[in-house]
């Protein structure tokens, strides 16, 4: 696959189509990202992406509307992530088509997901009269936003990181809400939150902070700046065991959260929606 992300729709008018077209979505090859971290042969993690989409309507056999919000999980082992706004594009040509029931609208998502990022996604539909079920919270950690630290730089610089490595190991649970990044194609803001979790030599908070906040002005999709998390702290301060997890604000009705680990407890993250979600 060739697509790459200028080709995409993102930045250029685009024409809202209403009824079905599996074909609007554009896929994008993961691997490209990943060999500019040196990341070859086996990941250094496992995770999934879990898009939550808020803006799902369809019309049933009668022409009714339905609407619903929809969970995607896709694996972070997949070849492909699918450009976001192209992902939008696509479940609005679901607009003005009519399908059976929720189930019908789940086998499409599934069929065409599926064959864009080359792997099996799960989703699942929660119907209008459930949205009550769909709760909200904050992530678990201590909080590095409180740090009164001083910044003068923002570009990701890994070498900021710093652990102390000759000390006995810890566990410890970080979380900020200073995440800013920018759309790879349009310079448009990404905000979000941050987890990481991790067990190994004590990571100097501050450090931690300044990375974080180095984001500011970096051009990567959530997928990738994640991703890029994980492995610079993963060289930098040499955990043992170490998980990144993101809750990106949503934009077209779309939220993309990113999850990458290197070791299991069994379970996936929790899908609860924070405040500025």
């Excluded at 995409?8 to 500019?36: C, H, M, V, W």
């Excluded at 022409?63 to 995607?72: D, W």
């Excluded at 740090?147 to 900020?176: G, M, R």
């Excluded at 991790?198 to 990375?211: F, N, R």
């Amino acid at each position: 696959m060739t697509n790459t992300a200028d080709l995409s729709p993102l930045g250029k008018n685009s024409a809202y189509r209403t009824d079905y077209a599996p074909e609007l979505l554009f896929p994008i090859p993961r691997q490209g990202k990943r060999d500019e971290l040196g990341l070859t042969g086996t990941l250094p993690f496992f995770g999934v992406d879990i898009w939550n989409a808020y803006e799902l309507s369809w019309l049933n056999m009668r022409g009714k509307p339905q609407i619903a919000v929809a969970r995607v999980t896709v694996p972070a082992d997949s070849p492909n992530i699918v450009e976001s706004k192209s992902f939008k594009l696509y479940l609005n040509s679901f607009n003005q088509t009519r399908l059976a029931n929720a189930d019908a609208l789940k086998s499409l998502l599934i069929q065409d997901l599926s064959a864009a990022v080359g792997a099996n996604v799960h989703v699942a539909i929660t119907p209008q009269e459930e949205f009550g079920t769909l709760a909200m919270g904050e992530l678990d950690g201590l909080l590095l936003d409180r740090l009164d630290i001083e910044v003068d730089s923002y570009a990701p610089q890994p070498h900021i990181l710093k652990a102390n490595l000759d000390d006995l190991p810890v566990q410890e649970t970080f979380v900020s809400h200073l995440l800013k990044s920018n759309c790879l194609v349009t310079g448009q803001p990404d905000w979000g939150s941050v987890q990481i979790h991790y067990a190994g030599p004590q990571i100097d908070q501050e450090s931690l902070l300044k990375y974080l906040i180095g984001f500011r002005e970096h051009n990567e999709f959530h997928e990738q700046c994640v991703e890029r998390i994980f492995v610079d702290i993963l060289r930098q301060c040499q955990p043992q065991q170490l998980s990144v997890y993101a809750r990106y604000t949503r934009r077209g009705g779309l939220d993309i959260n990113p999850w990458r680990s290197n070791y299991s407890t069994g379970q996936k993250p929790s899908n609860l929606r924070n405040a500025r979600q």
